[in-house]
């Protein structure tokens, strides 16, 4: 091509010097986050000594597309589902984090002088650590491991969402000065109706469409297609103001493909996440740097103080112990792309000076470029603080509640009512989510087309029956799903007054089924308010008896089912019955991580018995994931493969010992395969060689000589193919294929009847 695009350049220049500067990171031992920081600013137009990018706004995309892939890949680690386990503590933690920081991000920015809004926006900022910096330096670190870091994904993914609320609430008081209650309850339940809404789609096509397309799913179409839904969600979530790589992600997660679409999308996280890192570090200014040295000084120190402390403390409240605590606290050190995201915000709604972006884009750069180093401190500044606190404070620190209390014994009316009021919430809930769905889709798309084809009240007419027809499934469930559970048959036996409570739930679902009937009715319909709502309970009690409806409903809940548990349900089947005493081994401080073996690791070819994982390192190893196969509680004769994956039990110490070890193992190949090159060899038989008249199998030669016999030559010169019955006589002529020095050896046994021993560290 006669002329080159300025993107390729960039990102030759990009790819090039991050190449340089991390193998020397490497060779130092240094997380390679670093090393695309430095090469960033080593690329940008702010160091004048060396060859800089053209055009930044070309960067900025491949970074964007960086973010995605390491957004996606997160969640391919750590799903949704997952975090709903994990109860209130993440979200506790994620709360008193983000309130704690606001606070003091806005003092700070009211000691400087600065203005209200520069300094509310300031806070915001300052509030938001960074999820694709710490998952960087967790994988740099090897320390995906290790316990506590799950629980600062699980809050990290929980800042993410209440950021955009934050983002809401920052443009809400920017354009009217004040704080306005109504618009963050909008914003607060448009942001749950769109991830219930994710995560119930999403689960309900994504597992079936992988599962009934399976047989055609090669890596080339595995990738391409995940990849699909990837930036599929992240267009569909960006149209409706958020961010949702991530939900992708973690709805993978929960199919069996899930490993193999990490390892296909690992190489392109790489490399568009270097690309990511690569433009923070780019946005270094050393003037600005020089003109506003204390509050970046100032500000720095206030997002590592203040994270090391408040986010301590928050994960204290949440229940942690102190070590994790503060290995959790000092993971949160920095601020990343959400603090970029509320700087741009600030600037184009024309509320913030112009020095404050600059300021918090060095803030970012400083406190990303420490992370590596805050997570490791954190072990020692724990033993530091248990050793000088007051033992009371200590031993208050370390009391856990073993069992939670006030909880009613199973099989009584009060768990019985807990357990049923708290399924019939999540239903609901769901049911009426997927309901108000169809409808806001229907009078957003097919009522403007129903009109056009069919007329104003005649398309009216079409659009509704259709809305109704979509939906009856999910207004029936709301009626009747768990009107027949275990626990409704049970309450109904004991009273009158528990009876009376059943039906008055049933008459609250009907009442909320008839709603979204009736919003449809008055909508599209031009008779009487009154007129509606006799139809709307007319049709959702049409709906109820219809057994038809009745079997969709049904058939629908039972498929999301399926799809949601469908990576559990085939472990379980795979499972051996010795694997739950892996679970009642869990405890505080004793877990289960997954940890890949790396491609060139000198550990592939070995079994499980030879390295002595147990004796070495204190660990087990419960399971062994190769490709879409699972090796459940494999024995010492099982052996490793690169790029299998080991779900490994043990403590934080022992885990992080192997992960070292694993490391260590990686063997790079020096540039010596010339002696090593394989030859093809013909010589014949005499009657001294030991082996003569025996067959291939008796023989012994390729363990002895490490060559393989490729066939017999007849007087024509014909080759007939050896098989391992092949007898080698006396006068046959062979061919034998290995490496020069073992044809040797062969071929001087076959003549002579004596070989040199085997070259040793062979």
Not at 255 to 278: N, S
Request: charged share 15%; glycine share 8%.
């Amino acid at each position: 091509m006669s002329t080159l695009a300025p993107f390729i350049s960039d990102l030759a220049l990009i790819l090039a010097t991050a190449g340089i500067v991390t193998l020397l990171f490497k060779r130092l031992r240094q997380p390679l986050v670093l090393g695309y920081i430095v090469a960033g600013f080593l690329a940008s137009k702010h160091m004048p000594y060396t060859p800089s990018v053209s055009d930044t706004d070309t960067v900025t995309v491949w970074a964007d597309i960086g973010v995605v892939f390491l957004m996606f890949t997160l969640g391919l680690e750590f799903s949704f589902k997952r975090v709903v386990s994990m109860g209130m503590k993440p979200i506790v933690a994620a709360c008193v984090v983000i309130f704690a920081m606001m606070s003091l991000g806005s003092a700070a920015g009211h000691l400087f002088g600065w203005g209200r809004m520069d300094s509310l926006f300031l806070g915001g900022m300052l509030a938001m650590s960074s999820t694709t910096i710490i998952y960087k330096a967790f994988d740099d670190l090897g320390l995906r491991a290790q316990k506590f870091t799950g629980e600062v994904l699980s809050v990290l993914i929980l800042e993410d969402i209440l950021g955009v609320l934050l983002m809401v609430v920052l443009s809400a008081m920017a354009v009217s000065r004040t704080f306005e209650g109504a618009d963050l309850a909008a914003s607060l339940t448009k942001l749950a109706f769109c991830l219930v809404l994710w995560f119930l789609v999403g689960t309900y096509i994504v597992p079936t469409l992988l599962r009934r397309t399976g047989r055609w799913m090669n890596s080339e179409t595995m990738l391409v297609v995940a990849v699909g839904l990837c930036f599929l969600m992240v267009v569909v979530a960006s149209w409706l103001g958020y961010s949702a790589a991530f939900m992708t992600g973690s709805i993978l997660a929960e199919t069996v493909e899930a490993e193999r679409i990490e390892r296909l999308v690992a190489p392109l996280k790489d490399l568009f996440g270097a690309v990511f890192f690569v433009s923070v570090g780019m946005l270094v200014n050393p003037t600005i740097l020089v003109d506003y040295a204390v509050p970046v000084a100032v500000l720095t120190l206030v997002v590592i103080a203040g994270q090391a402390i408040f986010g301590t403390g928050a994960f204290l409240l949440s229940g942690q112990p102190l070590p994790t605590a503060m290995q959790c606290g000092f993971s949160l050190a920095q601020i990343g792309e959400f603090a970029f995201i509320i700087a741009s915000l600030g600037v184009s709604l024309g509320v913030t000076s112009p020095f404050l972006y600059p300021v918090v884009v060095a803030v970012s750069v400083i406190t990303t470029f420490l992370t590596p180093y805050m997570i490791r401190a954190a072990s020692p500044a724990a033993t530091w603080t248990e050793r000088h606190m007051p033992g009371a404070v200590l031993q208050a620190f370390g009391r856990r509640p073993t069992r939670r209390r006030g909880q009613p014994h199973p099989g009584s009316p009060e768990a019985d009512w807990r357990a049923l009021l708290r399924a019939l919430l999540r239903q609901v809930g769901a049911y009426f989510t997927l309901s108000v769905a169809v409808i806001v889709l229907a009078f957003s798309f097919l009522l403007p087309f129903s009109r056009s084809v069919f007329g104003h009240w005649p398309g009216n007419a079409v659009c509704g029956v259709l809305i109704l027809v979509i939906a009856s499934p999910f207004l029936r469930a709301i009626v009747m799903r768990k009107n027949h559970s275990a626990e409704f048959r049970r309450l109904s036996t004991h009273g009158r007054g528990h009876r009376v409570s059943l039906a008055v739930t049933v008459a609250v679902r009907f009442v909320i089924a008839t709603l979204p009937v009736y919003y449809i009715l008055d909508f599209l319909s031009p008779f009487k308010w009154w007129i509606h709502i006799l139809v709307a309970a007319g049709l959702v009690l049409l709906m109820i008896a219809s057994r038809t409806v009745k079997y969709i409903s049904i058939h629908m809940e039972r498929n999301f089912m399926q799809n949601l548990r469908w990576r559990e349900a085939v472990a379980r089947e795979k499972s051996d019955p010795r694997q739950p005493y892996a679970r009642r081994l869990l405890s505080r401080n004793v877990h289960i991580a997954r940890i890949d073996l790396p491609e060139s690791s000198s550990w592939a070819g070995c079994t499980l018995g030879e390295l002595a994982l147990g004796e070495r390192h204190a660990v087990m190893v419960a399971a062994l994931v190769r490709g879409t196969r699972r090796i459940n509680i494999p024995d010492g004769r099982t052996c490793l493969y690169p790029s299998d994956r080991l779900e490994v039990i043990g403590d934080d110490e022992s885990l992080r010992q192997l992960s070292e070890s694993m490391r260590q193992s990686v063997t790079l190949h020096e540039a010596d395969a010339t002696g090593h090159e394989m030859h093809l060899r013909r010589f014949t038989v005499t009657a001294a060689a030991p082996w003569a008249g025996q067959t291939v199998a008796t023989s012994g030669l390729r363990p002895h000589f490490r060559c393989l016999i490729v066939g017999v030559e007849d007087s024509e010169g014909q080759i007939t193919l050896a098989d391992a019955q092949t007898r080698l006589a006396a006068g046959a002529t062979l061919w034998a294929v290995g490496e020069e020095p073992d044809l040797h050896r062969l071929m001087a046994s076959a003549h002579t009847g004596e070989a040199s021993a085997a070259p040793s560290g062979r």
